[in-house]
């Protein structure tokens, strides 16, 4: 599936007021898939050291029911395209909503760790399928003068889902008395941390019946009746319909589906521009950002921090999550791609590299000195901060701009799956890592934080401003 937005070419095409309520209700509403998206991908953080002790594991095995949801994600991403396009952007939300809502459901309520395994992973799926569909459909759905606004609802979504996962574990091991295992409805507090997403997940599906199928989706099998409709409420009625549907179905007949063989070429394999897409996304997860999101109510507990403040901190580096990426949407298109994502290479240096020293100084009476603490503490936000601010959202915007129109769908893809096969390592490792050293661990990712700085530098082109057809 692929999605190849028109600039707007008058303004007859701007969308008027009285639409754009209905149009903004719509992009919200597919962006619910990205709210699970964080909520699932980082609710997991609540319940690690629970699943350590109800399972007796290492942290070997642990690492490996953490990360396992990544596979998931990765085909789920990779099959999302082919199914939407089989029966439409919405059927495949509403198979989205269901994944999410057994996933919740059977984590929330295991026999055994291999089968909370098995619902981490179809919950993967369903990110993965979240992933790809929100994003084409409301670029597809959306007026052209307001689609790079409301494309934004998606990444926006996606790290409010993150805050309220955090904010919500609190709450629960709150009422729990601060014990993860505390009883609780019932249920261990960890087993309804998982299981509270089963509530978005409804109003997802919910919200799917709600909005309308994409356009695109209904002039390719034939119904330009309805898409014409579609276009009215969406666009208003002052645009040629007619013109419109033309335009749409001579986009679509335009543009080449890029397979991987059209990837090969030059010295190594790939040609040297994906090899720059694939060094962006492998960059982009390597200084270990979804350690922040997976594991740190573990490591705060680590170095003495009590449970429940552990879990207030990774509900406030969820805040500052959302702050950084508000930041990077407003500037993203003022300062330029490049500079955003060195300024955020540098910042990331500064956080990882002073965690790196306070997590050198040995535990005592099972804390971190005074000092080390806060340093630890504040540096995890500063590291946070700048990763949001630029890479956490540079990243995406610049694979969706940076490839030739002929090897786009198909570079993305690769680019994409080198991101997913990235994060699995950095979180199936991080358990056995920081067992073995965590001041070396982070140290690990200080230098791929610096590594990236020269690499942006000598290889990554700018972007902003240029048309998608100037890429090449």
């Not at 008395?177 to 409805?185: I, P, V, Y």
């Not at 901060?385 to 694979?399: D, K, Y």
Request: proline share 4%; glycine share 10%; aromatic share 12%.
């Amino acid at each position: 599936m692929t999605s190849t937005p028109q600039a707007p070419q008058s303004g007859a095409r701007t969308a008027h007021p009285e639409h754009l309520g209905h149009v903004v209700f719509i992009a919200a509403a597919a962006a619910m898939g990205g709210f699970l998206f964080g909520y699932d991908s980082s609710v997991i953080n609540g319940a690690v050291e629970a699943i350590r002790d109800r399972y007796d594991i290492g942290s070997a095995a642990l690492a490996q029911v953490i990360a396992v949801a990544l596979i998931g994600c990765a085909i789920g991403a990779a099959t999302a395209g082919r199914i939407a396009d089989r029966i439409g952007r919405i059927r495949c939300m509403q198979i989205a909503a269901v994944l999410f809502t057994v996933s919740a459901i059977g984590s929330a309520l295991p026999f055994a760790l291999w089968d909370l395994a098995f619902w981490r992973v179809v919950g993967g799926f369903a990110i993965g399928m979240a992933s790809v569909i929100g994003p084409a459909y409301i670029a597809e759905v959306a007026p052209p003068a307001y689609r790079g606004r409301l494309g934004s609802f998606q990444q926006a979504a996606i790290v409010v889902g993150i805050a309220v996962s955090q904010l919500v574990n609190w709450g629960i091991l709150n009422a729990a008395d601060g014990d993860q295992r505390g009883e609780l409805m019932g249920l261990e507090a960890w087993q309804v941390m998982l299981g509270v997403m089963v509530v978005p997940a409804v109003l997802y599906g919910l919200l799917s019946f709600a909005i309308p199928e994409s356009p695109r989706y209904l002039i390719s099998v034939g119904k330009h009746e309805r898409a014409r409709q579609i276009l009215e409420e969406v666009e208003g009625k002052n645009i040629d319909l007619t013109a419109r549907v033309t335009e749409i179905e001579s986009a679509m007949h335009r543009e080449e589906k890029s397979s991987f063989k059209d990837l090969l070429g030059g010295s190594f394999f790939f040609k040297p521009i994906v090899w720059i897409g694939i060094g962006l996304s492998v960059f982009q997860q390597f200084v270990g950002i979804n350690v922040a999101f997976y594991y740190s109510s573990t490591l705060w507990q680590s170095v003495g921090v009590d449970p429940t403040d552990s879990f207030l901190y990774s509900f406030t580096t969820s805040i500052i999550n959302i702050v950084g990426t508000v930041i990077a949407m407003i500037f993203v298109d003022r300062i330029g791609r490049k500079p955003l994502a060195i300024i955020g290479s540098v910042g990331m240096v500064i956080g990882l590299a002073l965690e790196a020293w306070a997590f050198s100084f040995d535990l005592v009476d099972g804390q971190l000195p005074a000092t080390q603490g806060w340093v630890a503490l504040i540096a995890a936000h500063v590291f946070v901060l700048f990763f949001a601010l630029s890479w956490g959202v540079v990243v995406w915007v610049m694979l969706g701009e940076m490839f030739p129109n002929r090897i786009r769908a198909a570079a993305l893809g690769v680019a994409a799956a080198a991101q997913w096969i990235a994060n699995w390592a950095i979180t199936a490792s991080f358990p056995s890592l920081a067992d073995w050293n965590l001041s070396a661990t982070y140290v690990i990712y200080t230098v791929f934080a610096a590594l990236s700085i020269p690499f942006v530098l000598k290889f990554v082109k700018e972007t902003k401003g240029k048309a998608l057809e100037e890429m090449g």
